[in-house]
């Protein structure tokens, strides 16, 4: 997953001949990396600690089939937020390393101008801009992860919970659905137009991120999961 997200940073970042800067790899990081390689990897990766939860003898040891669930969740959440600070440390790394330069979308040669067409007048804040990524990436994988689990915990196949949120986030990322989960709130090339907002890139995707997390606990209560061997 590493390599692919840093060939991936590269190649997008450099695209164009334009000067990169280090608030364009943010951009650049969210759609390309988190959303095209970290969420297929991190998936993968919840689905293999997750069979341990989904045993029979997991039901004996945890006492009831809904505190099964409940540490499928809170396993997720750990393995969410080691995720969201691991690909953010990945990308800040990357961005140290592929461009000396912190800010440029004042200058003609930035990326800002070849995607906008125009310089930026105001320079938006560094640190919402940080604390968009993370809570874009931590929404992303949220989502996914409790969708990958609802799906598993309702049809007792886990492949099709992977698959059903690999669909989601693509079918999202198209832009079929306008981005109703996902990329609507992605920090992406109309930021270089629209700015920067707290209500548009944390608390909308946050907001997002609980909707489908509490409707999708709501929906595992009415389904009966069964274990064989239990």
Known sequence: MTIAALISLRGNLMTGGA???MYDIYLVG????VSTFCVPFVLFYILFVERYNQRPMQVIREGSVSNVWKRS???????????????????????????????NWNELNSRCVAWSGRICEEQPSFVLLLISYIVETFETFLAAGIIML??????????????ASIALITVDKSGVCDGIIFSKYYIAGATYKKGLSISNNVIYPLLAAIIVFVLVNVLVIFKKKEFLGS
């Open 73 to 103: 969740v809170v396993d997720l959440l750990i393995l969410t937020v080691f995720f969201t600070l691991y690909v953010f440390i990945l990308t800040t790394i990357a961005g140290l390393v592929f461009t000396d330069r912190f800010y």
């Open 19 to 21: 000067v990169p800067c």
């Open 30 to 33: 969210v759609l390309h990396v």
């Open 150 to 163: 609802g799906v598993w915990w309702g049809t007792n196949k886990e492949w099709a919970g992977y698959l």
